[in-house]
């Protein structure tokens, strides 16, 4: 009998276990946010393929362009390796593992990108949304889930409290967002010793 790699065998595992309903994430602030990320970008996805790992485990290559770096080293492209996906008619399916489309864009917290089972930083909490408003004529940002952000307001993400299809507050522009990211860059919160 050939041997199982660890990966390969967890794969097998997920595989055959009941179905999850959510992953257990500790919660993270804005400055948690900024301060635990390796990268923060701002980007496009330009690209999604699917490919298997060194141990035959299933990944998600998620490609961003047009990027605007705030932190960290990147080049012209950074591409987030998200564990599951399609591979060898092997399917795994991670519940509040966020999900991309081609088009679509966002700002970003990466850490731990070819080493965690998601490379975001908090996992669905590490990105934010970013569309286009048509009204103010202005790119603005929202959580993962697509809520409105309004503000940052010293460690929080204020979101607009959603009441059927209106939120009645606008979103906080891209601008604004970015400009709370360097704040917090150039001057980090101290946090208290408990």
């Known amino acids: 009998m050939k041997a199982i790699s660890a990966a390969a065998l967890a794969v097998l595992l997920l595989g055959a276990a009941p179905a999850a309903h959510a992953m257990v994430v500790v919660q993270r602030d804005?400055?948690?946010?900024?301060?635990?990320?390796?990268?923060?970008?701002a980007g496009t996805?330009?690209?999604?393929?699917?490919?298997?790992d060194a141990s035959g485990a299933p990944m998600t290559l998620v490609t961003f362009s047009d990027l605007t770096v705030l932190k960290g080293d990147v080049g012209a492209t950074l591409t987030l390796r998200l564990y599951g996906g399609e591979s060898g008619g092997v399917v795994v399916h991670i519940p509040d593992m966020p999900t991309f489309t081609v088009g679509d864009r966002a700002v970003l917290f990466v850490a731990g990108n070819g080493r965690d089972v998601c490379p975001l930083v908090g996992?669905?909490?590490?990105?934010?949304?970013?569309?286009?408003?048509?009204?103010?004529?202005?790119?603005?940002?929202?959580?993962?889930?697509?809520?409105?952000?309004?503000?940052?307001?010293?460690?929080?993400?204020v979101r607009a409290r959603v009441?059927?299809?209106?939120?009645?507050?606008?979103?906080?522009?891209?601008?604004?967002?970015l400009d709370s990211i360097s704040g917090e860059l150039s001057h980090p919160t101290v946090v208290p010793p408990r």
């Open 45 to 52: 996805v330009t690209d999604i393929k699917q490919e298997a």
């Open 163 to 177: 009441t059927g299809e209106s939120t009645g507050t606008a979103a906080m522009p891209l601008g604004d967002f």
């Open 30 to 41: 804005f400055a948690d946010l900024v301060a635990r990320a390796e990268q923060i970008v």
């Open 123 to 157: 996992v669905w909490q590490g990105r934010f949304n970013v569309r286009f408003d048509p009204q103010r004529q202005t790119d603005v940002v929202e959580t993962n889930d697509r809520t409105p952000v309004v503000a940052v307001a010293g460690r929080q993400i």
